[in-house]
Nanobody, 114 residues
């Protein structure tokens, strides 16, 4: 049974930082490229960052230079380091594989507000 469990969200002031984690179980994690997604209220779920099996990364323009995606295959975990957070980064953040969509986790809420 595949499970994706996101954590690390919270309330942070503009300019602050958070580190999100997504722990995967039930899959051979090292065999999958992974996305981080986010979904703001009333909007669709969009990819914000991607990491390949080999560790190459890609970001949407709105988070380039502020977010860093990484992975630890020994812990079956993908991370999203988020710096210089802005109110528009407020959303529920999810992870999932690139090549197939597993059952979604519960996500982790990130709220950027003063």
């Amino acid at each position: 049974q595949v499970q994706l469990v996101e954590s690390g969200g919270g309330l942070v002031q503009p300019g602050g930082s958070l580190r999100l984690s997504c722990a995967a179980s039930g899959i051979v994690f090292s065999s999958y490229a992974m996305h981080w997604y986010r979904q703001a209220p009333g909007k669709q779920r969009d990819v914000v960052a991607t990491i390949t099996i080999g560790g190459s990364t890609n970001y949407v323009d709105s988070v380039k230079g502020r977010f860093t995606i990484s992975r630890d295959n020994t812990k079956n975990t993908v991370y999203l380091q988020m710096n210089s957070l802005k109110p528009e980064d407020t959303a529920v953040y999810y992870c999932n594989a690139v090549s197939r969509t597993f059952v979604w986790g519960q996500g982790t809420q990130v709220t950027v507000s003063s």
